[in-house]
């Protein structure tokens, strides 16, 4: 097969693309991949170091008020047009994959024009602008959340949840240990991770809390993001540290760590539910109030409505409500399991190939 992937601007969009990727390598080997993207988003970095070709072109959203901006974000998307209408041209994809991001929008127009396979993949529970644009043009959609589906065209729509779950389940055949953090194998871990930037309200919260988290009989192992590190640690510089609390800039290879957690905390993006599902993951959800249409707090009501996941509103996030919910979930066994079995129900754990067979669909639509 020859693929064309676009998506860009956040990891929410390029991890599934390359999830994706990697699967469809496994199973088509002789598989070819041209990645479409921005000139300024993540993807320039994490997608040729997975060894994927990429090519950038150069895009902005729209400003919600009145902005001469707009007059910019129109031009640059109908040139976007004409650039990826060669590069269709040039690569000659089998059929062409968008996963969200305004690069996506003008490359699936474009390939739809050109009567080319489209096939866009929805992570979120609340469908994105872009992908609200292209669902008149495309010829399949993928949705991940079923909340996705009343808002696109019936007829095109197939749920296959997120590729990154089966990457994730694929990889947890792990000899990790706590013992790597100084912590033990035997005694719960209570992860707490808001992002790989970190998140200021979580850390704050956090800190406030770790005290309590001291005298706790289950571990805490609390990830600050690699920018807000030191800014934590001189916080707690007067604050001593209980032998089962452990505080780390960032956790490297956390598909080999999950699977030995006991709960989590973290936002609610696409991925991470797409990771705890696939996993069996009790997991405390603290969304981002920082996004588009508030879609994290729809992803995390998929959970907590199935009683696979708890929720705290940032507005209602204090070191009292954290524990609260800790202490609910580290404190209680026979409530992890139920929440982990409630958890994998809604997971996917073969969405790759569920994905996979979506563009084959497209394909075989076109012949």
């Known amino acids: 097969m020859r693929l064309l992937v676009s998506g860009g601007g956040t990891g929410g969009h390029i991890y599934p693309a390359l999830a994706l990727i990697e699967r469809l390598k496994q199973v088509e080997p002789d598989t070819e991949v041209l990645y479409v993207g921005t000139t300024r988003g993540l993807e320039n970095k994490i997608v040729p170091d997975a060894g994927i070709r990429l090519e950038t072109m150069q895009m902005q959203g729209f400003k919600r008020s009145l902005s001469l901006e707009n007059f910019k974000t129109v ?45 866009i993949h929805e992570q979120n529970s609340v469908v994105g602008v872009t992908n609200k644009f ?43 240990s706590w013992t790597e953090y100084g912590l033990k194998d035997d005694v719960p871990t209570l992860m707490i991770f808001g992002g790989s930037q970190g998140a200021p309200k979580i850390n704050q919260t956090v800190v406030d809390a770790i005290p309590e988290f001291n005298k706790r009989n289950y571990q805490v192992l609390f990830a600050t993001g690699q920018k807000r590190y030191e800014h934590v640690k001189q916080q707690l510089a007067s604050v001593k540290l ?47 109030p920082y996004v588009t249409a508030n879609h994290q707090v729809k992803n995390a009501q998929a959970l907590v409505r199935k009683n696979a996941g708890l929720m705290i509103t940032e507005d209602k996030l204090d070191a009292r409500s954290l524990l609260v919910q800790a202490d609910k979930i580290m ?24 994905l996979i067979k979506v563009l084959h669909t497209a394909i075989n639509e076109h012949k």
């Open 75 to 119: 031009y640059l998307f109908l040139k976007s047009v004409h650039h990826a209408k060669k590069i269709i041209r040039d690569f000659k994809p089998d059929v062409v994959l968008g996963t969200g991001g305004y690069v996506s929008g003008a490359v699936l127009y474009a390939a739809a024009k050109h009567h080319v396979p489209t096939v």
């Open 134 to 176: 292209l669902s008149r043009y495309v010829d399949q959609i993928a949705i991940a959340f079923e909340a996705a589906r009343s808002q696109f065209p019936a007829d095109k729509v197939t749920m296959v949840g997120n590729p990154r779950a089966q990457q994730v389940v694929s990889q947890t055949d792990s000899d990790f």
């Open 242 to 288: 209980g032998a089962n609390v452990k505080v780390v800039p960032y956790i490297k290879n956390m598909p080999a760590k999950m699977p030995k957690v006991a709960a989590l905390v973290s936002r609610a993006g696409a991925t991470t539910i797409a990771e705890v599902t696939a996993l069996g993951v009790p997991t405390i959800l603290i969304p981002s």
């Open 331 to 354: 404190q209680n066994a026979d409530l992890r399991q139920e929440m982990a079995t409630a958890a994998k129900k809604l997971g996917k754990p073969d969405a790759a190939d569920h």
